[in-house]
């Protein structure tokens, strides 16, 4: 610059002015600056407070989901009513009727019960499972019979809200759903040793039901399994060759565009679409079965497509050229270098773009409701074309059902389905800290 | 014979024939590999491929096509009287009929006609397996066979079967393409059904939603009312929400984080903010109607306001909350977007004031967000840049005399237009403003033409 | 044409260059702008033997009507200033062009009496007769053994195990590698040092049995020591090889290489012995670049 400075300030002067004005502006930029800071640091803290209160709600409502109240009960296995013919053939011990068992020891428990509504109220303490647990029992060791075990059976879920202390019993009675005379019994149990906060392994082990204290995520969570497996099992080759296509073979035209354009909208689109597209092209146009995992899968698979494209596909663009140019250069045709050399090298890069995609596909809930998943399914899955139900979709069902057990359960639920995504997201963190190449 | 398990008998054929064909080529070769054109695994490819795709291509034609075909022959046979229900009775039936095939519980007492439909269903059904399983396995016998005779040493085996992989990867590259016709197309079929019921302009412009049909004529509020205006008021009102929540929060986060923080807060912070977008959309709804609404209504109470449970302000402050860390980290990429240049240019400005920058902080710091109000245009948001003025309009700093408190803004704009020669000052404080306030005495104006030229040699 | 410069040449080769001229002429027609070689264009025994090769980016013309041969068992080095095409050009004679989008190759390069440029001819063979060592080593991040041994893999040159081991080994021998890399050869090759990384790049293209060898600035990124220690193998190598060889480096081409061929913008000036070349260079240009006043 030649021209030095402007004809009225005169070399010096008015640099010297200007310096004085800046400094003189410094305090009060200083504490802008400072403010501003200070919006930051809110910013964040209010960030993780939401963090912090999700969590903690969540938690605290959910992990006495974990533990459930249980009564124990003596009964008496008299082998005149359950084994008639004495032989303990499996099928008459299937059939005995348990569920009178444990009514006769509640009975004798309560003698002074008398009326056909006191009745089905003390039988309403102990959960309608109880009669089955019992059955399992014999089942498995018929030796049983004839003897007096002490039995621990879930209660029902009022008593276990009770127990645990979310039940008000300062409410008039017309309005709780534990009557006065239950609450005498309860406290007689307590008071006799009688009820025990007890590992729920009900929840790990069972389907859904509409009984609080017996329904389960295992139902859910095979459902999920199985969903991810067919998800995984097709999302994974599909993402990666198209991956290859688009990045090593495909030549720069319109088509390419075409379908990169496309790959970049279906990363945007909402998820419930992807259910409205199952519906009408898989259930509707092929006919596959309703609720089965299968559907779930593929939906689930176009979704997490885009997501598992564009990850791979930077995966395969981390790979230098170099690599490539070293196996052309002794012949090795571009398909070979692309299996033997590019591929390996993008390997975990296109993994960890995966299991990101999975835990994607494993909290998504809009589009399984679309596709049948959310009918209520007590059965355990057994394979891709059985109805069944997922994690989430189970959490949105069970965070519709007005009895309070649900909501701890609905918590719980969500405990168990963070926990996995946590884990395949630490997985995906690993393999890319493990397995991430400078170049 | 079930579909799955030809599958498996075709895999095994297939891997059969991979074998016999990489037998052949060592043969034709007569063991020399040197006088093959291909390596001999190729050849065994190329027969695999030969062996297995044709069937099974055929084996998924023929799943997709049986059923529909079959149930068709099969309301053929349907006595006349049942064939002439209208479509939605004639559907009812057929699925009882594959009910009663699949051995399900069936909606109503089957009766002699579904049983004997059933009967010619399932028969129907055996024949087209046993035929499916015939002529498929036929097919690959035949082509492996084939393939097999035709094996020769000059063959381009190998080229053949990356053609075939290649084939694949563009088939696999246009199911996003398939993906999008299909969801316009499913979209767009149910669309022209509804709207074929229910006129366009009543949904776009129908005040009232209360979608339900009548079965019955005589059913009670058998009227359907089918106006959206409620439904894009309620998503607009809760975006609205949203993003008030989000993008303040949002934003201000991704400039503390990316220009304050250490980094250890960083490296604590961010992937805890970015926890937030990992959590399934059906937990933030829980969360929102189990603590948040509850909370609101409790709040709105003690205010006299009456807060509903369902109200949009719970819906909106939680997809507020869930989309944190994407406008955090759109903002932050808008940022990186900005060239080191012009970043380097401000900080030797001395746009950067705050005197507790860590050691190993980018050489861009405060520098950036100083001057970046381009990109901040790009996202929108005016607000912080009013802030950082003290709440003073935005000034034009091109028309304005050089004079110390408007030069700030000059500083700013034009971090870019500095010369690289001020970034030798290497004192990353004191320094700095200093060498502004001597370079800036030639203002803003004079600049201009200037760092056009210099910029491209600066970086 | 001097008496002395025929004299150079047999009579197979004259005749030859009479051909080449008709061509040449005929190209000079259509591009005024294109500069005619001097020099001995042709060899006795070629290996390889490019006519009137011109190379497009695009619309910009990379290479204008190059004609030149590579003899059997001779180093042929290029040279010229920085983005006159040296590269470009060698990257021609295994098609590695190929893998270069908007990139146009035009004119025959004939190898065993057969243009190398034509429809029919698969690139993947051609590689492994002419393969090529690039600027910076490039080892695949895989085992010393498995750099090696891959190309005879996936050409099939090794009947069985022991063969196979007998190519790594004789690969490495002569790449002059097996003595420092033989008690460690399930080692990673990128955890080699420079000068190893590129012996082991020689090695790998060793490895193919190529006819001929395209180094594409072999030692630019290497230390001197490293560097002379290539020079000396591709010394040895051209006992075997025909060997092509771009560089940077003037007195490295007077080392190596027995031809020299001078590019300059895209035209191929001069080629000649390199003794020759570097002594009493016979076209202007070529005398600038070497006495240093341009480069």
Not at chain 2, 37 to 54: E, F, H, K, R, V
Not at chain 2, 163 to 183: P, Q, Y
Not at chain 3, 236 to 248: K, M
Request: proline share 5%; with cysteine; aromatic share 6%.
């Amino acid at each position: 610059m030649s021209s030095v400075a402007p004809a009225a300030g005169g070399v010096g002067v008015l640099p010297r002015r200007k310096f004085e004005l800046v400094l003189a502006g410094m305090p009060r930029r200083r504490a802008a600056e400072k403010r501003f800071r200070l919006y930051g640091q809110i910013a964040i803290g209010l960030g993780l407070a939401f963090l912090v209160i999700l969590f903690a709600s969540i938690i605290l409502n959910g992990y006495t989901a974990f533990w459930q109240t249980h009564i124990r009960l003596d009964v008496t296995l008299d082998a005149a009513r359950i084994d008639p013919q004495g032989n303990r053939d499996p099928e008459a011990l299937r059939r005995a009727d348990y569920n009178e068992l444990i009514r006769d020891q509640l009975r004798a428990m309560f003698p002074d019960v008398s009326g056909r509504r006191d009745r089905l109220a003390l039988y309403g303490l102990v959960s309608n499972g109880a009669s089955f647990d019992l059955r399992d029992r014999v089942l498995a060791n018929p030796e049983l019979v004839g003897q007096k075990i002490a039995l621990w059976v879930p209660a029902d879920d009022d008593i276990d809200m009770l127990m645990k202390g979310n039940v008000d019993r300062s409410v008039p009675e017309s309005d709780r759903r534990l009557k006065d005379n239950q609450l005498a019994w309860v406290d007689k149990l307590a008071a006799e040793g009688r009820l025990q906060q007890r590992f729920n392994a009900d929840f790990f082990t069972r389907g859904d039901s509409r009984d609080a204290e017996l329904a389960g995520i295992w139902g859910a969570a095979v459902g999920s399994l199985l969903t991810l497996m067919v998800t995984l099992a097709l999302s994974f080759p599909l993402g990666v060759a198209a991956a290859v296509y688009l990045e090593e073979f495909a030549p720069r035209n319109r088509w390419t565009d075409l379908i990169e354009v496309n790959i970049n909208n279906l990363a945007a689109v909402p998820s419930i679409v992807f259910g409205l597209l199952g519906l009408a092209v898989f259930i509707n146009f092929f006919g596959l079965p309703r609720s089965a995992p299968l559907v779930g899968g593929l939906v689930l698979t176009l979704m997490t497509l885009p997501t598992i494209i564009i990850a791979s596909r930077a995966a395969l663009k981390s790979v230098p050229p170099s690599i490539r140019e070293g196996a052309l250069g002794i012949g090795a045709s571009p398909m070979q270098v692309m299996i033997y050399h590019v591929v390996p090298l993008a390997l975990p890069g296109m993994l960890t773009g995966t299991i990101i995609g999975m835990a994607q596909a494993l909290g998504e809930t809009a589009p399984l409701l679309m596709i049948g998943m959310v009918a209520f399914i007590a059965d355990i899955p057994k394979g891709i074309f059985d109805p069944a139900t997922a994690l989430p979709v189970q959490i949105y069902l069970w965070a519709d059902s007005p009895e309070r057990a649900f909501v701890e359960r609905t918590s719980a639920a969500i405990i168990v389905l963070l926990a996995f995504l946590a884990v395949m997201n630490a997985v995906a963190v690993v393999l890319r800290r493990r397995f991430e190449r400078r170049w | 014979m079930q579909p799955s398990v030809l599958v498996l008998v075709l895999l095994l054929l297939s891997s059969a024939a991979y074998y016999a064909g990489r037998k052949r080529a060592f043969t034709v070769a007569q063991g020399r590999l040197r006088n093959l054109q291909s390596l001999p695994a190729y050849y065994g490819l190329y027969t695999a491929i030969w062996c297995g795709l044709p069937a099974l291509l055929l084996l998924a034609a023929w799943v997709s096509l049986e059923h529909t075909i079959i149930t068709n022959a099969v309301v053929a046979g349907l006595p006349e009287e049942i064939r002439q229900l209208g479509p939605d009775r004639l559907n009812l039936i057929v699925n009882d009929i594959k009910n009663i095939v699949q051995g399900n519980i069936v909606s109503r007492a089957p009766d002699a006609v579904m049983d004997a439909a059933a009967g010619r269903y399932r028969s129907l059904l055996a024949i087209s397996h046993a035929a499916m399983f015939v002529v498929a396995l036929a097919l690959a016998i035949g082509a492996a066979a084939f393939t097999l005779t035709r094996i020769k040493p000059k063959q381009r085996a190998r080229n053949a079967v990356e053609t075939i992989i290649l084939a694949l990867l563009i088939a696999c590259s246009t199911i996003a393409i398939l993906t999008t016709v299909g969801i316009v197309l499913s979209v767009l079929f149910e669309s022209i059904r509804f709207f074929q019921a229910v006129p366009v302009t009543d949904f776009l412009f129908g005040l009232d939603w209360s979608p339900q049909i009548a079965l019955r004529a005589d059913q009670a509020g058998s009227s359907g009312a089918f106006g959206a205006v409620p439904i894009f008021a309620g998503t607009f009102m809760i975006t609205l929400i949203a993003m008030a929540v989000a993008v303040p929060i949002g934003l201000m986060s991704a400039i503390y984080l990316s220009e304050y923080a250490t980094r250890q807060v960083r490296a604590v912070a961010k992937p805890l903010l970015e926890i937030l977008a990992g959590i399934p959309t059906v937990v933030y709804g829980f969360f929102a109607a189990l603590i948040v609404a509850p909370f609101l209504r409790d709040t709105g109470g003690m205010f006299g306001l009456g807060i509903a449970s369902e109200s949009a302000l719970a819906a909106g402050l939680v997809m507020g909350i869930m989309i944190i860390p994407f406008v955090s980290s759109l903002s932050d990429d808008v940022m990186n977007a900005v060239p080191q240049a012009m970043r380097d240019g401000a900080y030797g400005m001395g746009a950067t004031q705050s005197g507790n920058h860590p050691p190993g902080d980018l050489p861009g710091g405060t520098a950036r967000h100083r001057r970046c109000d381009p990109a901040r245009g790009v996202a929108g948001d005016r607000r912080d840049h009013d802030r950082r003025d003290g709440g003073r309009p935005r000034r034009q700093p091109h028309r304005e005399p050089i004079r110390g408190g408007h030069h700030r803004d000059g500083a700013d704009r034009h971090a870019a237009d500095r010369r690289p020669g001020v970034r030798q000052s290497q004192d990353p404080r004191g320094v700095r403003a200093g060498v502004g306030a001597v370079r800036g005495d030639a203002g803003p104006e004079r600049d201009r033409p200037l760092h056009r030229a210099q910029v491209p040699g600066a970086v | 044409m001097t008496a002395t410069q025929t004299s150079a040449v047999d009579a197979t080769v004259a005749a030859s260059r009479v051909k080449d001229a008709v061509n040449l002429s005929h190209i000079a027609t259509v591009a005024r702008d294109v500069r005619e070689t001097v020099g001995e264009v042709r060899v006795r025994t070629p290996r390889m033997r490019c006519t009137a090769v011109n190379v497009y980016y695009g619309d910009k013309q990379a290479i204008k009507n190059v004609s030149v041969d590579v003899g059997q068992n001779e180093v042929l080095a290029m040279i010229g200033p920085s983005g006159c095409g040296k590269t470009t050009f060698l990257r021609c004679l295994n098609r590695m062009n190929d893998t270069i989008a908007g990139c146009r190759v035009t004119g025959e390069i004939v190898m065993d009496g057969e243009d190398i440029n034509a429809r029919r001819i698969d690139v993947v063979p051609l590689r492994a007769r002419v393969s090529m060592v690039f600027q910076k080593p490039n080892p695949f991040p895989k085992s010393i053994w498995e750099n090696v041994a891959f190309g005879p893999r996936i050409h099939g040159l090794a009947q069985d195990k022991t063969e196979l081991e007998e190519i790594v080994v004789n690969s490495l021998k002569r790449a002059g590698l097996w003595d420092e890399v033989k008690d460690r050869l399930g080692d990673p090759g990128t955890g080699l040092s420079g000068g190893q990384q590129q012996r082991l790049c020689i090695a790998r293209s060793i490895a193919v049995q190529p006819e001929v060898i395209l180094m594409d600035e072999p030692c630019s990124a290497l230390d001197p020591i490293s560097t002379a220690r290539i020079e000396e193998l591709i010394d040895e190598l051209r006992e075997h090889y025909s060997i092509c060889i771009v560089t940077h480096s003037m007195q490295q081409a007077a080392r190596v290489s027995q031809r020299t061929a001078y590019f300059h913008l895209g035209d191929l000036i001069e080629v000649g012995d390199t003794k020759q070349i570097f002594t009493r260079p016979r076209h202007q240009l070529t005398e600038d670049y070497i006495t240093g006043r341009f480069g």
